[in-house]
């Protein structure tokens, strides 16, 4: 997948708003792979919702979302299964961990699934995020910082043309944020793939391609 191409999107809740005032939102929108994007929002203009228009696992919206020439609407779900498997990875805001495994086991639910990494490279991961004392610990003892960088490793351990990262350091200090978006970068840059981030605030210093206002 080399673009995904937003026409006219808005959610449902808000098409009868008048003077919607958005760099994305009813405008034609262009995202290509190998590019950085910013989306910048308020709360509750809908950043979340574009995370998950863009995944396929809502369609509260109107307009016409196209992945290259593809309107995805159309896609069945063995369809969406493949591409969240090889072409979409995704951190959430809300992280969906496990919260009675360990940080750990959380990873390698997925890497079982795609075989994308090695052991010794899950466990590297751990080590640079600064989290390898937490590989055997129950996820829903860390903190909420702790958990971000678990999650980000999750997302890490599958092929991808675009990594979608919703709020990904809103719970990390400076020094961790920047571990982070260094972690980020390199596999975003080993696999050439484009990279949308949203941020309410806080954000990773980053030279963007585009920044967007939502």
């Not at 941020?199 to 030279?207: A, P, R, T, V, Y």
């Amino acid at each position: 997948m080399d673009r995904i191409t937003l026409k006219g999107v808005v959610p449902e809740i808000f098409a009868s708003r008048d003077g919607i005032s958005s760099d994305i939102w009813l405008r034609e929108v262009s995202l290509e792979r190998g590019k950085r994007y910013l989306v910048r929002a308020e709360s509750g203009t809908g950043k979340s919702s574009l995370c998950s228009y863009i995944y396929g696992q809502r369609g509260d919206y109107r307009g016409t979302i196209l992945f290259d020439n593809e309107d995805i609407s159309r896609y069945d779900s063995n369809r969406w299964s493949g591409i969240r498997q090889k072409q979409i990875s995704i951190l959430f805001q809300e992280l969906r961990l496990f919260g009675e495994l360990t940080a750990f086991e959380n990873v390698w639910i997925k890497n079982s699934i795609t075989n994308f990494k090695s052991r010794e490279e899950i466990f590297d991961l751990f080590e640079q995020l600064g989290i390898a004392d937490k590989l055997d610990g129950r996820t829903d003892r860390l903190s909420y910082g702790q958990q971000q960088r678990v999650a980000l490793i999750r997302a890490l351990c599958q092929p991808f043309s675009f990594l979608l990262l919703d709020e990904p350091i809103s719970h990390l200090d400076d020094k961790n944020s920047d571990v982070m978006r260094d972690v980020i970068l390199r596999e975003v840059v080993k696999q050439g793939a484009g990279m949308i981030a949203t941020s309410i605030g806080k954000q990773m210093n980053i030279d963007y391609d585009l920044c967007l206002n939502l």
